[in-house]
């Protein structure tokens, strides 16, 4: 049965696959047989004003470095348009193209229409979703009139970044050019277009295109669908690019007074996007893969090493009580920084859960957690980072056995009276999340809220959680990244939320504790997913709606951070 059912998956896949490489054979044929006709266009616009434009709004966006020292990759460069009018400005560029019959274009044109020829200019066959470059090789990533159809334009997005130098800059121009197959306006107004066209006794330039075939390739491309620059801005943030621009006015510099007319109704734009100098974009062997969408996986900043022999010291029975862990040259204290922040915050937990418990988000809550859980079934579960003991209390009452771990006193302490006026059969202990102190394969499931962001370690205490998780076992995990929040920020909160309780000594003492650890530099879920992997080959599922389905109102348990759900089966 097992065989079969996994043939059948090999089956699919290899389908699939085989549709992909399909798609992607058509495109590259059509655009072989669009070559020379695109050639001329731009051989016009060589001739035209749209040259110095072009090269004054490039040279404008990139980074403040000598061209001589710049380098420069054009993605999808058709007859070279870009790499022709940059090599005759000074700048050396390297271009790549899947269609091999652009590529003799663009070979002939820099001979053709260009002093240096190739001299300047590395030409390149290469599929702009999978580059085979470097890692931060380029200064300058580039692009016109590509991304809308691509298979994969997330995983492009996420190549593009990968190979650019920190510092180093993105400018991607494209317009939502099919947008009129999904959009009934945009489509009267693309009709519009063809009509004032012809009015005007004006080339129309969908007439050197074979429209029937191209239209059925946009059908099959995502970004046809999609509104656009807000997407690739989208997709650019979930990547951890901080520095994000749009100009969707951009054609108005560029375009002639003929494409104007011709492309009213498909406006381009620009995307630029900037790379920070402080954080590397590195496309490791794992990254996060919900549908079609891709981040990558990458960190810089502080790294804690992991966990060794006399790092904890266990004094009186079950508590866990610090000393002073040492890392040559400097005493590390952030657990017992996060100990007293939580201490402090322990009683208003309490109350907070208490509500929580009696508001029907607790039914979401349980409703989220059982479509990941075995069914039908008594589970033997441990909830990490217990804190009031509200997953325990809640999956107690379900009838399964439950054992709650904190390493804050007071918030046991609180777990254990809120349990009993429930009248929920839990068990709770001190404990360290990063150590607990259970056997191998103890559980069937481990569970944590709003903790991972918290661990000096997460690494370690992720490879604990799945020791002690019994083959087949489940790891659900919710989180955000609450490591780039400003929990300061409390715009569009209700008056009754916990942030205006907490006062602005203790606001800034978590943002200190935050500034300390590592995954709060980290690209999550992505960086989850890559730890994880490296502790299970068993299936993981990302959620990244999650808090659109749990918060449904502004109320005092509204969470303004975007949560994730992270579901691993160890195997």
Known sequence: MENGRAGKVKKKKKEAEDMEQELLQEIVSYWGTRAEGYSEVNEKELAGSQR?????????????????????????????????ILSEAGYTVTAVDYT?????????????????????????????????????????????????NLEKPEQAYQEWMRVLKPGGVLLNFDANWYGYLYDEEKKEAYEADRKKV???????????????????????????????????????????????????????RVWSEEEGLNYASTPMFLVRAEKSAEQSFQLGDVTVRRGEKYQAASEDGLWYPAAKPGDMVTEGGPVVAYGRIVREPEYDDRKE?????????????????RSELANPIAKRWMKEI????????????????????????????????????????????????????????????????????????????????NLTWTLPNAEHAYGEWMRVLKTGGVLLNFDANYGKEDVADTKGLPEAHAHFKVGNEMLEECERIKSQLPISRKNRPAYDVAVLCENTAGEIRIDTSLGKRIYLEKDEFYNPAPMFSICAVKQ
């Open 52 to 84: 110095e434009a072009w090269l004054h709004v490039l040279e404008e966006q990139f980074p403040e470095k000598k061209k001589e020292e710049m380098k420069i990759l054009d993605i999808g460069t058709g007859p070279g348009f870009f790499p022709m």
């Open 100 to 148: 091999e019959e652009m590529l003799e274009k663009a070979k002939e044109n820099l001979g053709k229409y260009t002093k240096y020829g190739l001299e300047r200019v590395t030409l390149q066959r290469m599929d702009a979703q999978n580059l085979e470059f470097a890692d931060e090789t380029f200064d300058v990533v580039i692009s016109r009139n590509l991304t809308w």
């Open 198 to 252: 012809e009015e005007q006794q004006l080339d129309d330039h969908y007439l050197c295109t074979d429209i029937d075939r191209m239209e059925n390739i946009a059908r099959q491309v995502p970004l046809s669908a999609m509104e656009r620059p807000a997407w690739d801005t989208k997709v650019l943030e979930s990547l951890g690019v901080c520095s994000i621009q749009t100009d969707s006015e951009i054609w108005k």
């Open 337 to 353: 920084q996060i100990v007293h922040y939580w201490e402090k915050r322990s009683e208003s937990f309490l109350e907070q859960r």
């Open 370 to 449: 059982e479509k990941q859980i075995p069914a039908g079934r008594r589970l033997k579960i441990l909830d990490v980072g217990c804190g009031a003991g509200f997953f325990s209390i809640l999956l107690a009452k379900e009838g399964h056995e439950v054992f709650g771990i904190d390493l804050t006193p007071e918030m046991i302490e609180n777990a254990i009276q809120l349990a009993e006026e429930e009248n929920a059969d839990c068990c709770f202990q001190v404990m360290d999340a990063e150590n607990p102190m259970f056997a191998d394969e103890t559980f069937d499931v481990v569970i944590s809220r």
